[in-house]
């Protein structure tokens, strides 16, 4: 499961607050991140690390859930 993240307001609290987390984040844009986690495999792990993070539904940031395309081997 990897996330693109489009960073809103709060930029640099919410990259720390992701990488203490565990999240790996890889620059997409200056306001655009890329984002996968070694214990979330889907959706709804994805959701509930964010939500415990107080970021599912946080207005500093967007986020678009994409499923890895197995067919395309590892990224």
Request: charged share 30%.
């Amino acid at each position: 499961m990897r996330l693109r993240i489009q960073l809103l307001h709060q930029r640099e609290a919410v990259k720390d607050c992701l990488q203490r987390d565990g999240w790996n984040l890889k620059g997409v844009s200056r306001d655009t991140l890329s984002a996968c986690h070694a214990a979330v495999d889907s959706e709804p792990a994805a959701r509930r690390r964010l939500h415990s993070l107080g970021l599912l539904t946080s207005a500093t940031l967007r986020i678009e859930f994409q499923r890895l395309d197995v067919s395309r081997g590892p990224e």
